[in-house]
């Protein structure tokens, strides 16, 4: 079966960095996606990875190794603004997005 | 552009009666997807389309149809609502397949 595994839930203070993982176990690999979902909103798209290394967005990097079927997400400056869920999905074989279950990540003053 | 729009954004059914979740896209793109997102879980595909007149089935079809007439629309039918229909649906879209896709605000449905 196809598989997503990231965090239930993580808590950070603000201004500092948080690491959010997540590992895969899919039938093919078309690329790997972030997003953010705020509570009782729709996602929103934040960062693609289909080659292996980090892509940087201002404070947000996102870091793939496809031989481990790992990835992270990055977020630097921690806001208040930040406090949301944070979605992995990875494109299989047949270009269908394979979700986790999100992580929730909590930032405290 | 409005991007991609959802109505209605409530909807609460008895058991056995039919819906249409309407789906509006305003980027020319011609993948179009349906998901629903219960708590604690991923979201899943219900269905999607690569272009007006052309719709696949996704990880969890049974109960639901979809249409695509226009490269705009892609409405979303329920048929003999069930319990286990409780869920929040989001529509997508994006350009090619491998594009990130864009929401919209979603419809949040009770079954009762």
């Known amino acids: 079966g196809q598989n997503i595994d990231q965090p239930t839930e993580m808590t950070a203070t603000e201004g500092a960095i948080v690491q959010i993982n997540c590992t895969y176990q899919t039938s093919g690999f078309n690329g790997l996606f972030w997003y953010q979902q705020h509570a009782g909103e729709a996602p929103t798209f934040l960062s693609y990875n289909v080659l292996d290394g980090l892509e940087e967005k201002g404070r947000f990097s996102s870091f793939l190794s496809r031989s481990k079927g790992y990835s992270y997400l990055l977020l630097k400056e921690l806001q208040m603004k930040d406090s949301a869920s944070y979605l992995c999905a990875v494109l299989d074989s047949n270009y269908q997005l394979i979700w986790g279950a999100g992580t929730k990540l909590i930032i405290k003053p | 552009n409005a991007g991609v729009t959802q109505t209605p954004k409530f909807r609460i059914l008895k058991i056995g009666q039919s819906m249409t979740l309407q789906c509006t896209q305003d980027m020319n793109h011609n993948y179009m997807y349906w998901y629903r997102q219960d708590p604690g879980m991923g979201l899943k595909l219900i269905y999607y389309?690569?272009?007006?007149?052309?719709?696949d089935k996704g990880e969890v079809p049974n109960g639901y149809n979809v249409s695509r007439s226009t490269t705009e629309d892609f409405p979303l039918r329920l048929e003999l609502a069930a319990p286990s229909q409780t869920s929040v649906y989001f529509c997508a879209s994006s350009i090619h397949r491998d594009s990130a896709q864009f929401f919209g605000p979603g419809t949040r449905l009770t079954v009762l």
């Open positions: 389309s690569v272009g007006a007149g052309i719709t």
